[in-house]
């Protein structure tokens, strides 16, 4: 992957980024700053499958005219912008809190090179109030009533269906992003991996090739081919797993315990390949940390053990009429709308947006022609489902390519002491959520300075909202589970 | 002698049949499953525990689920669901059904004494059905009446008469329509998931989300015992169908009720483990299915009446 370096005057960035983004192989990446007196801006071109990354310092003491008007992929990002950094856009639709929603942690933004302190009367943290007859209010979270994470939803309904879901998150904050800054860059990759525990692999693997790009080196094949196993495991696992809690959901338990079952074959597989059941640590800069040759073996005998059985439950899915009735038609998220804020992954091929960072990004071993991305154009949550399916049946053809062809060599490489200095390092991974990347700047020296991540999550949150509206109260929960978002990843 | 039988089996057998719906729905999942007494086992765990009880209630949400308990064993002497029971008090088929929607009102009001946002949102949904429902099981209970041209449901159900081929499509008729309609008065799937604790989907959990203690107890108790009458009277009423063609003695028809009660069991966690629960908006459909059920037994009771 290049990465070309564009510097753009703040005032001509909005104009500049709106016309560049009108190009269909031009998407937003990311948007952030180093240390609050610059606009990073992270363009990428899926066609020439490069990186723009734009650097506009910021003129005017942290502030700036906001780009969310024009852009409003970038409104989530601008919001984050001015709780992280302090940098305020000047006339931003709707400047609401993300993670710090307590009035305690209100004013000093953490990542600011400077103390900055905030205005208080521009910190807003309130919810969209619709007063009307029959309008009442569902408050849900963010202490749900099963084990799942922290999310507040503020539902307005009238009636059973609702007219505005609200989200809430920041309850998972743990100052990630400024850990990774204090510790040294071969430590990074174990935090990378714990970050959102189910994302375990993508997060380490975008760690790692950010990481490489710094140190200039190159993997071995073997190496890509592990991680390439490693990676549809876990997609593998992760969308077994959001079926069956699709299928409960709907109460359909027959399958929900079957699939969750099968789900345990994936772990013995995952336990075989990483030495972990929840893929910990496997993947860390130049290879991966465990090579074991006998258990491949294992490994595909366990996955033709799982194709047989799972492939009859996924056709089963497919055919069952009242499971595909129940789905179909709720949850409808348009394509435009998912272009517009900028959806990826499970969420946007189901809109009909054909984007998918494997057949784009190195990351692994992804021959082009070797899987069809999955697409619907239905939007829905039967859409969502079946793209779903379509990628289980995808990551077994990619996993039997990777097990038959797999090279022998080393799975690891010697690194050097010391990053480039003053350099950009980017790693896009496609998680089984969607396009998660990782920026990684360097300071004079080769210490990390900016580490900034971009969980899927934090684009598609916004989608559930949207897609929730003018859907029943009652079925706001399967909307949720086919959205399958991590609240962890977002809030870092 | 046979009223301390019927006793027995109203305090042990409720949460049994629980029990037993539950390992059911574990085999049909290929689950080992919970031991069949483990609703015993939850509800001396219960009964042990304290109770929390919101500061916002009223005496209504403790002493409600002890009136319910106590109309429903009434219930359980008015309703003919056991072959050998005999009519302690003068049992009137609307009698039954009035004492049903009375349970209903105290089960309603105790939900909402709390002012928990999420108990008063469920019994909305909740009345919403009931309303629904009503005519059904109204309906059903009529067309026996209709077609015995009386309103005692022990007369009704004696063993003592004589049955023609006749009242064969009544009986069956009435037994669908109580099935269905205890599906949803139970909120079994495909209507409400007994297992979900999901707050935005659950009906009958959220109703019952402030209990604890004994006044949980109470209230798992009065439902087990309560579909458990329900489950018997539809098999005494598919039992009572056999009498054409084989006079049996009681023992023998109470053997073959609990029989039935079983079938129906399996039918029930069979479909609790295979269907999609239905979207909110569609289970009036399903509740239309009770009723026409209930008025077919009308109009067969109608024009079979002798």
């Known amino acids: 992957m290049t990465i070309n370096h564009v510097n753009i005057q703040i005032e001509n960035l909005g104009n500049e980024l709106k016309k560049l983004l009108k190009q269909p192989n031009k998407r937003l990446g990311l948007l952030t700053s180093i ?458 | 002698m046979m009223i301390i039988a019927q006793i027995i089996l109203t305090i042990f057998l409720p949460l049994l049949m629980i029990g037993i719906i539950r390992k059911l729905k574990a085999l049909f999942q290929n689950r080992t499953g919970p031991n069949l007494f483990q609703p015993y086992f939850n509800l001396f765990k219960l009964l042990k525990k304290n109770q929390v009880i919101s500061q916002d209630s009223s005496f209504v949400f403790i002493i409600s689920p002890i009136i319910s308990l106590g109309l429903v064993i009434f219930l359980s002497f008015l309703l003919p669901w056991l072959p050998f029971n005999k009519a302690v008090f003068e049992s009137n088929i609307f009698l039954v059904v009035y004492l049903l929607a009375l349970l209903r009102f105290l089960t309603i009001i105790s939900a909402i004494d709390t002012g928990s946002p999420f108990s008063s949102f469920s019994t909305s949904k909740e009345v919403t059905f009931a309303v629904l429902l009503e005519p059904a099981v109204i309906l059903s209970f009529l067309a026996l009446a209709i077609f015995y041209k009386n309103t005692n449901l022990f007369y009704i159900f004696s063993s003592n008469q004589t049955v023609t081929l006749n009242q064969i499509p009544v009986f069956i008729l009435f037994a669908m329509s109580l099935f269905l309609t205890s599906i949803v008065e139970f909120s079994r799937a495909p209507v409400d998931d007994p297992n979900t604790h999901l707050e935005l989907t659950m009906i009958h959990e959220a109703m019952i989300l402030e209990n604890s203690g004994l006044n949980l107890a109470i209230v798992e108790y009065t439902y087990s015992l309560k579909l458990l009458l329900f489950l018997f009277l539809m098999s005494s009423a598919l039992a009572h169908c056999l009498l054409i063609w084989w006079h049996l003695s009681v023992f023998a028809m109470t053997c073959l009720t609990v029989f039935i009660v079983f079938l129906l069991l399996i039918l029930l966690s069979f479909i609790e483990v295979f269907t999609v629960k239905l979207s909110f908006n569609k289970i009036p459909n399903f509740i239309a299915y009770a009723l026409t059920f209930s008025f077919l037994a009308v109009f067969s009771a109608i024009v079979n009446r002798s």
């Open chain 1, 35 to 492: 240390d609050g007196s610059q606009l990073i801006t992270l363009v990428l071109n899926t066609d020439s499958h490069s990186v723009d990354v734009i650097n506009s310092d910021l003129l005017d003491k942290n502030s700036y005219s906001s780009l969310s008007a024009s852009i409003p992929q970038a409104h989530w990002f601008e919001r984050t912008l001015y709780e992280m950094f302090g940098v305020f856009p000047k006339h931003h639709p709707r400047l609401k809190s993300v993670i710090f929603n307590d009035s305690n942690n209100l004013i000093l933004p953490p990542l600011a090179n400077k103390t900055i302190i905030r205005d208080v009367n521009q910190v807003d943290t309130s919810f969209i109030n619709i007063e009307a007859e029959n309008v009442y209010i569902v408050p849900v979270g963010p202490v749900h009533a099963g084990i799942i994470e922290p999310g507040h939803f503020r539902i307005t309904c009238v009636g059973e269906t609702i007219i505005n879901l609200e989200i809430r998150l920041g309850f998972l904050h743990r100052g990630v992003e400024k850990q990774m800054t204090k510790i040294p860059y071969a430590k990074t990759s174990y935090l990378a991996s714990s970050i959102a525990s189910d994302t375990s692999i993508a997060n380490s693997l975008a760690n790692a090739i950010a990481i490489e790009q710094l140190l200039n080196i190159d993997v071995s094949e073997r190496t890509l081919y592990l991680r390439t196993l490693a990676l549809e495991l876990e997609r593998l696992s992760m969308h077994i797993n959001d079926l069956s809690g699709m299928c409960t959901d709907i109460a359909y338990s027959a399958l929900a315990m079957e699939l969750a079952r099968l789900r345990g074959i994936v772990f013995n597989m995952a336990d075989n390949l990483t030495g972990s059941r929840y893929f910990r640590y496997f993947i860390g800069p130049g290879g991966v940390r465990k090579d074991c040759d006998k258990n491949l073996i294992v490994i595909k005998k366990l996955l033709k053990e799982l194709k047989n059985k799972l492939f009859k439950i996924l056709f089963h899915i497919l055919n069952n009429f009242s499971f595909t009735q129940r789905l179909d038609n709720i949850g409808k998220l348009s394509r435009s709308l998912a272009n517009d804020f900028n959806m990826v992954g499970v969420v946007a091929r189901a809109s009909g947006i054909q984007y998918d960072t494997r057949s784009i990004f190195n990351q692994g071993i992804y021959p082009q022609g070797i899987f069809k991305i999955a697409k619907e154009n239905n939007g829905d949550v039967l859409g969502r489902t079946k793209v779903r399916i379509v990628e289980i049946f995808n990551s077994f053809e990619i996993l039997e390519n990777v097990l038959d062809n797999i090279k022998s060599g080393d799975a690891k490489v010697d690194l050097n002491h010391k990053l480039s200095p003053n350099s950009f390092g980017v790693g896009i991974v496609e998680s089984f959520r969607g396009e998660l990347i990782h920026l990684i700047v360097t300071d004079n020296s080769g210490f990390i300075k900016r580490y900034s991540i971009k969980d899927p999550s934090f684009n598609n949150w916004t989608g559930l909202a949207i897609a929730c509206r003018n859907n029943l109260l009652s079925d706001f929960p399967i909307c949720n589970k086919s959205f399958g978002l991590s609240y962890s990843g977002h809030d870092l």
